[in-house]
């Protein structure tokens, strides 16, 4: 695709209006990939001060960058991938902090009490940073909870266009030191625009999918079956019992993930990738 700078022009301004429309956040930069987009973030913050993170159902970046950066991390504890209230408010109190990220739904499948999570950060002014890869185009998408959001628009993601991400700010002096460039890649742009055009529709697919996925296995062990979210989590307590779901999984052409692992719940279980399907 051969297109110009003044395509490149046009196609950040549309992306940039209906991501401002999806995030209630004005002020938004498009860059390479979702990890720059947390560097830059983070790159915000002072590095004698702790960034909390969840024990689980976060982005493997956000163990490695900090580690990178050499900023201190401390994580809060979850239930099954929903951030402990009770635990943030103790690590908020007994540190200093300068951000919470996270990202909602942990983990793709567990809906985070944003409202609270806002309220307690704001106490002790520490910044919220979430991470909205599989929130876009939904509820869960709210920069009315976030000082900062990053996104990711790579693979398997919600808005699946190989590369790119965004940040975005409420906070206009915080916007300003960020200092970044819009990511300009044309061709890549016109697949985010597209993709973001498709959004609700795919969408309303994977949620039926999983509707469809949860009724065919109900009988078994569904972590927070009635969240919003684009992969379904099974905790298994046989081995009988893993091998079935993952026989079901084989049988309907489902992509599946073992756990324990960071990304999904650090407890044993099968992840039916949902957000890895694509409508025929």
Known sequence: MNLSSTDASRLLAQIKQDLQKRTKHQLIT???RGDAAIKAALSLLPKDKTLLIPEEGGWL??????????IPVLTVKCDAAKIDLSDL????????CSALLYQNPGGYFAEQSMREISALCKEYHCLVIID???AIGT???AGDFADILVCSFGKWKLVEAGKGGFISCK???MYASLSLNDFDDTTVLALIRDGLQLLDQKIGFLLEKRKSI???LQDYQIIHPQDLGFVIVIAFSTSEEKEKIINYCHQNELEWTECPRYIRVQRPAISIELKRLHKS
């Open 89 to 96: 408010q103790e690590k908020l109190k007994s540190n200093p």
């Open 214 to 216: 949860r009724r065919d």
């Open 139 to 141: 509820v869960l998408c």
């Open 171 to 173: 906070d206009e002096k």
């Open 61 to 70: 970046s956000y163990l490695k960058i900090p580690r990178e950066k050499k």
């Open 132 to 134: 909205v890869s599989g």
């Open 30 to 32: 498009l860059t390479t």
